[in-house]
């Protein structure tokens, strides 16, 4: 019956979710309802109480100086003209006879160097939308550019890249963020030939079938006002704040920190593990100081920085407290008996090879709840102990499982109901039926081919 009830709970929690209801209100419901169901109502309140705001506060802990900082940045990026002349110099590098490319590789530098999907949906559809249209390929290829670019590879796979997907293995498999390179690069060329080899096919069958842009009642309001526009940005100065995130945090990661006793700092702080932290400690680090620059290099001609600064900060709240309610519903689901059944099957899925049961526990879990991050949380919050215990039996190095880790929730996370599929659609202007089957292909389909490429060549050959 615990079982029942935890099929039943997510079911409404998918269904509720891709109806437009915010998984604040969504993750303690369905929680409560699950509890319910399972026959402990009695333990309601201490369930929510005790473990859904334990676990909600917990992650927000760990977690939330990287949302708040990797908002920021995407703010001051945005508002600083920076991602705006990123995207304007790929688009007057390569024109448009490869207007699919120049879309892709244009979230893609963005988002590599630390601004926020969302905010490169936002910057970069209305430029997609005039290429497409003075190209006459059709509109509903848009969403599909924008996140094979955004959704794929810069978020899951580039060594060293600050999305959170990658941050969030690292204390758990005490790895950093450029885990497992050389398989990581593999499955990022993986995902974007495969990816653009797709999407080029749709605009030669749309070619073949005269299809073109399509009449479309277009939002003009993404660039209209002129006026509260910042000064144009040089191509090179706007890529030094992406490259200072990369760099810095490599530097950090690779040098400085395994360079440092920091063996003080445990016995002063008793439940901090500096070689858990330093790897995220980079990623803060790098953030910061790319925004600092930012906001000094470009001090005379910033808009309003207040604003910006402000903007920044808030964004940040809304995504982590949307991913913390997530786990904070994983570890009331975690606590029922009936979980207990599910986590077995995962665990036994391939017991001769922990990435395959893994790879399995984040897909499930990141497709359930519409989110990689959220996936990766839950599974490795109560999990995780029991993966890297089965990486040391099987020596395999935690690098290859943090880097399966973050692959597998990048895989099954964009099902209609995740919420970064329905803003994209949303800033587009367009329906699932028109454009979502795209998007599924180069987030979905794709992203699996590259998961099952880096655990056949990891379990070959090892991590490197």
């Known amino acids: 019956m615990s079982t029942f009830a935890i099929v039943i709970s ?3 929690l998918i269904f509720l979710a891709y109806r437009g209801l915010t998984v604040l209100l969504l993750a303690p419901l369905m929680a409560a309802l699950a509890v319910m169901l399972s026959g402990e109502a009695a333990f309601l309140l201490p369930m929510y109480t005790d473990t859904f705001m334990g676990a909600l506060g917990s992650f927000t802990i760990q977690f939330f100086p990287l949302f708040f900082l990797g908002a920021l940045f995407g703010q001051l990026m945005s508002d600083s003209g920076a991602a705006q002349s990123i995207a304007n110099g790929i688009v007057n590098k390569l024109g448009t006879r490869h207007v699919v ?7 893609a530098i ?3 160097g630390g601004v926020s999907l969302f905010v490169v949906a936002f910057a970069i559809y209305p430029i997609s939308r005039e290429l497409f249209r003075r190209t006459d390929i059709p509109k509903r290829l848009i969403p599909g550019a924008i996140a094979l670019g955004s959704f794929t590879f810069t978020m899951t796979a580039l060594p060293g890249t600050p999305a959170i997907q990658n941050a969030i293995p690292i204390p758990y498999y005490a790895t950093n963020s450029f885990a497992a390179p050389g398989l990581g690069i593999i499955a990022g060329l993986v995902m974007l030939g495969l990816g653009m080899a797709y ?3 749709r605009v030669k069958r749309a070619a073949a079938l005269n299809e073109g842009y399509g009449l479309h009642k277009e939002r003009e309001t993404d660039d209209s006002d002129t006026q509260g526009s910042p000064p144009a940005m040089r191509l090179t100065t706007a890529l030094i704040p992406l490259i200072m995130v990369i760099g810095l945090n490599g530097l950090l990661t690779y040098l400085v920190f395994p360079s440092m006793d920091l063996s003080f700092i445990s016995d002063e702080f008793a439940n901090v593990s500096p070689a858990r932290q330093s790897g995220l400690w980079s990623i803060l680090i790098a953030l910061l100081s790319a925004s600092i620059w930012l906001v000094i290099s470009r001090w005379k001609h910033w808009i309003d920085l207040k604003d910006t600064v402000n903007g920044g900060c808030v964004d940040s709240l809304l995504p982590i407290f949307n991913t913390a309610s997530v786990v904070g519903y994983g570890a009331v689901i975690a606590s029922l008996e009936g979980f207990t059944i599910i986590r077995d099957m995962v665990l036994n899925a391939s017991p001769g090879n922990p990435l395959i049961s893994e790879a399995l526990a984040m897909s499930v879990l ?3 709840t519409g989110s990689s991050s959220g996936g990766l949380s839950i599974a490795l919050e109560t999990l995780g102990g029991e993966y890297l ?5 099987a020596g395999i190095d935690p690098e290859l499982m943090h880097r399966v880790a973050t692959l597998a929730a990048g895989g099954m996370d964009t099902l209609p109901h995740s919420g970064a599929v329905i803003t994209l659609l949303t800033i587009c202007g367009l329906t699932h039926r028109k454009a979502y089957g795209n998007v599924a292909m180069v987030t979905i389909v ?3 081919a590259a998961l099952v490429s880096v655990i056949t060549l990891g379990t070959l050959f090892g991590s490197f």
């Open 366 to 368: 990141s497709g359930i």
């Open 389 to 393: 215990a089965m990486a040391q039996a």
């Open 446 to 448: 794709l992203p699996i």
């Open 101 to 107: 490319l120049t879309v892709v590789l244009a979230c």
């Open 110 to 112: 963005l988002t590599y």
């Open 199 to 201: 999407l080029q096919s």
């Open 10 to 12: 997510l079911l409404l």
